[in-house]
Structure formats: structure tokens, C-alpha cells
């Protein structure tokens, strides 16, 4: 009698976790939740990430407190998110140039952008611009194709960190115009562009959400956007394609995940959110104040497109013969 009531009581037990786990999911979230942008202040990643948290945080009825870590091209800020647990109240910025470019770049990456993730949405679609200061000597794209041409490696740009999406942009840039230009590491984009205004470097390779604004303000000079067309607030900025940089001219994804094997109820929960999210005018409004597009998708048109992006970035990283970071 006595081994049968143990037995009851364990059995009472196992049945009760999986019920206090459903109810836990039920009341999700009933805490504040963090979101990892593994780039520096100003960037285009943490542009995008603040806008996501605030709507995002509306729909969910739930704060979402803004946590930048950069580092190594976004390995570092993704790499701690990837360690977290699994609970929902972790999320994190999954963009191109941590999802993407740095897993190619890097010859022992310091996570896997699939497995180690659980991708929620995309969020926006962002062009890229070639930037240099109001006050540069440049005006358009072909006067710095001839300055580098001129001058091998006297000319530089700054980008986020070796390895990112801005990095490789530039090296992207220096092989299909068969020129030299000196890359300069940079913490961040927002570091970089601090110095390209101040005249510190030459040029920047950007995307639109952090220097949108600087270019308004004239303090910065666009030369080249990676748009299908040009963009409707810059009219007289030529697409990379128009200026013969065909292999330039695509569009940048920033979406939002979590650690790995997120519950499909937290998941469902945070995809609905996402969806209201993205429907919000005023969300719609400042994404598109910067040059973006907003793009909803689904975790599995999402994970696709994570996938997609992983295989042709390997590809043009061969391509071009970037040699593997360590």
C-alpha cells in the first residue's frame, strides 16, 4: 500500500509540471523582457531594435528594456543571447550581418545562426548607402572609384567590425571596382560615422536606419543606395546598380528571435505580437522615416529566409576570396 501512494504521488507530480508549464505560457509575459542588439548605440541594427521594443512591448503588454552588447561584428551580443535560457524573456536582434555574414566569415564561428536560434519575424528590409561627409571632396560614387583607383589603399572606410556586414561591403565594393581601399574596425557603426563626419576616414558603407538622419541633417553625403529603385527621400541618390555596382544593390534583412528551442507557445504568442506589431501605423511610419520597408513574415518563412541568406553569403564570400577570420 505504502510503494502504491508513492507511486500516485509521482505520478500526480509528473502530471502537475507539464500543467504549471502550460500555465506559465498562459500568462506570458508577466515580467519585463530584454532585447539583445549585439551592435553599438546609433547603428542601424539598434535604430530598428529600439522601434521593434517599443511596439513590440504595446502588443504584449509587457515593458522590453533595450540591451546593446557589440563586439566582433555582432558575435559577441549574439553569442550571449544564444546562451540564454529559452524562456521567451531573452530575445534578439537577428540580422543579416550577425545571421549571416559573420557565421561565413569567421573559420570557427562562435554560434550556429540556425540551431542556435529560434527565428520569430523579420521586421524590415533596410537599403544599404555609401556615405562620406558633407564636406568630402567626393560627390558621387565614380569620384571615389577614381580616388581609390589612383591611389591604391589611401583611401579607407569604417565599418562596425571586421567580419560585419559593413566590412564586408567594403571589400565587396574594393573587388567589383578592381580597387584597394583600407578597411578601419570600428565598435559599432555609430563610432564609424562619428569619425567619417568628423573627417577621420573616407567613406562608410552603411544602412539607411542610422545614417537616414545624418544625411537629412546634411551632415552626411549619400553616393550609392541598395534599393530596387531609388528611394523616395533621396530622389537624386543613384542605386548602387545605376552607378554600375550591380552586385551591391541588394536590400539588407533586421528580424528579431530567440535562444533556441523556444516553447511553441511563447513562440506563437510573440509571432502574433510581431504581427500587430508591424501592422502599427506609427511602427510602419518611423520604419519607413528611414529608408525601410516593413516585412512580417512567419518563424518558418523567417527560419527560411535566415537559411537563404546563410547559403548565399558562403557563396559570395568564396566568390570574392575573403579569407576566414580566426
Known sequence: MKKLSIALALTALTAAVPMAHAAGNANYPDKPIRLIVPYAVGGATDVIGRVTARYLGEALGQSIVVENKPGAGGSTGSQFASKQPADGYTLVMMVESSHAVNPNVYAKPAYDAVKDFTPITNVANVPGVMVVSSNSKYKTAQDVIDAARKDPAKLNYGSSGNGGLSHLSGALFGN???????????????????DLMAGQIDVVFDNMPSSGGLIAGNQLRALAVSSPTRLANLPNVPTYAEVGLKSMNDMSWYGIGAPANLDPAVLAKLSAAMKKATQNPELIKTIEQQGAIVDFQTPAQFKDTVERSNKAWAKL??????????
Open 317 to 326: 564570400i568564396k566568390d570574392i576570396g575573403f579569407e576566414k577570420l580566426n
Open 176 to 194: 567589383s571596382t578592381k580597387t584597394e581601399i583600407t578597411h578601419v574596425p570600428y565598435k559599432g557603426l555609430g563610432p564609424a560615422l562619428n
